[in-house]
T-cell receptor, first 114, second 113 residues
């Protein structure tokens, strides 16, 4: 059981480049989300989805796009990378959108924008 | 939940000593409470959770946390830490009517040999 799989593990971009961070889960979870983790700031929600075809913005959505065409996949697109987007990105999923369900996390993508 | 505060960014402790990691939150409604652990270079994993019932909850690796409604706290404790407990610990809170989790900034547990 793979759980939540993120690719790539590391990425270096130049300012202005675009890229897509991949996230896939095999647990048939309805809820999926993207977080960024920066030192001393905990986790900040970028975008989330409560099911295929449904997405919404989190706390820090600017500069990022998402789509959810299938239950399994939830890619995060950086439209025009900026140094402020240097961070570690985590994808997380849970069984449903009820507030009591724990999140399952991927191992993260470490992104550096130069 | 309006906010979650983890007062200590780092907690150094000797191996086999007890430890307490503090978490306070602000909310006026019923909440669900979580502790997640992040080992080096890994994603976060659920350590324990409080949803309802007994205010003392335990994990499989010896940690426990107690929900204190009057003090709006959910401190994490372990009576004797091991080097393998070296990790960053995150407290998170959600309200019954609002799915989104509110996260604390994290506390790094540093075990000294």
């Amino acid at each position: 059981n793979a759980g939540v799989t993120q690719t790539p593990k590391f990425q270096v971009l130049k300012t202005g480049q675009s890229m897509t961070l991949q996230c896939a889960q095999d647990m048939n979870h309805e809820y999926m989300s993207w977080y960024r983790q920066d030192p001393g700031m905990g986790l900040r929600l970028i975008h989330y989805s409560v099911g295929a075809g449904i997405t919404d913005q989190g706390e820090v959505p600017n500069g990022y796009n998402v789509s959810r065409s299938t239950t399994e996949d939830f890619p995060l697109r950086l439209l025009s990378a900026a140094p402020s987007q240097t961070s570690v990105y985590f994808c997380a999923s849970s069984y449903s959108d009820t507030s009591s369900q724990p999140l399952h996390f991927g191992n993260g993508t470490r992104l550096t924008v130069t | 939940a309006q906010s979650v505060t983890q007062l200590d960014s780092q907690v150094p402790v000797f191996e086999e000593a007890p430890v307490e990691l503090r978490c306070n939150y602000s909310s006026s409604v019923s909440v669900y409470l979580f502790w997640y652990v992040q080992y080096p270079n890994q994603g976060l994993q659920l350590l324990l959770k409080y949803l309802s019932g007994s205010t003392l909850v335990e994990s499989i690796n010896g940690f426990e946390a107690e929900f204190n409604k009057s003090q709006t706290s959910f401190h994490l404790r372990k009576p004797s830490v091991h080097i393998s407990d070296t990790a960053e610990y995150f407290c998170a809170v959600s309200e019954e009517s609002n799915y989104q989790l509110i996260w604390g900034a994290g506390t790094k547990l540093i075990i000294k040999p």
